[in-house]
């Protein structure tokens, strides 16, 4: 049986990669005839990278899953480590594609291959992040924790209130943000005209 932690991170993974597979899309496609609304929908979606992943998400993966996983698993300390240290770094990540996209918003085209350049290399960073810790973190923990370590992880992670991963309990304000994202994006990414 899969610990309900396991299965929010993996749930939430999910929801983050769609969001993020997403906001790639969005940039390929460019502003087209609704430049407004482009610029909303990326800024949306960076704020609730910001928000969510990065505020609720990465604490808990690295103040509550790592440690143990680490001491009991030395094997995967030095990936733990770099993973640790992407989590440092994500914050400020997303506020500099927050900051390339105002700058190609406010000061116009000159500005838009160095946006497009830091989300190709974002996007990529944090799926292979996810990638590695679903395809080795994961399967460790799964081998060297507890049934006491379970209990603590599965009554963190149960907090979360991810919108888009549909799990409870819900926090209005992300199922705002959620719905306001898939109402402005575009076809085949959200609801949106265009």
């Given amino acids: 049986m899969v610990p309900t932690s396991i299965q929010i991170i993996r749930d939430e993974h999910s929801s983050l990669a769609a969001m993020l597979r997403s906001?790639?899309?969005?940039?390929?496609r460019g502003p087209g005839q609704?430049?407004?609304n482009f610029f909303a929908t990326l800024s949306a979606m960076l704020f609730y990278i910001d928000e969510f992943p990065e505020r609720l998400h990465h604490p808990k993966e690295s103040g509550l899953l790592f440690p143990p996983v680490a001491r009991r698993s030395p094997d995967?300390?030095?990936?733990?480590?770099?993973?640790?240290r992407d989590h440092d770094q994500g914050e400020s990540a997303v506020r500099e594609?927050?900051?390339?996209l105002q700058a190609w918003e406010l000061i116009g085209e000159s500005r838009?291959?160095?946006?497009?350049?830091?989300?190709?290399?974002?996007?990529?960073?944090?799926?292979?992040h996810m990638r590695l810790e679903e395809t080795v973190i994961?399967?460790?923990?799964?081998?060297?924790l507890t049934e006491s370590d379970?209990?603590?992880l599965d009554a963190a992670f149960?907090?979360?209130?991810?919108?888009?991963?549909g799990r409870t309990p819900r926090d209005p304000v992300y199922d705002q943000l959620y719905t306001r994202i898939v109402s402005m994006a575009p076809a085949p990414i959200g609801l949106g005209k265009g």
């Fill in 112 to 128: 838009r291959l160095a946006f497009e350049a830091a989300s190709r290399r974002y996007l990529a960073f944090y799926l292979e």
């Fill in 76 to 84: 995967t300390a030095e990936l733990i480590g770099r993973l640790d």
């Fill in 138 to 144: 994961i399967p460790a923990a799964m081998k060297v």
């Fill in 23 to 28: 906001f790639g899309m969005l940039v390929e």
């Fill in 34 to 36: 609704d430049p407004h």
């Fill in 158 to 165: 149960a907090t979360n209130c991810d919108p888009i991963g």
């Fill in 97 to 100: 594609l927050s900051h390339l």
């Fill in 150 to 152: 379970w209990k603590e």
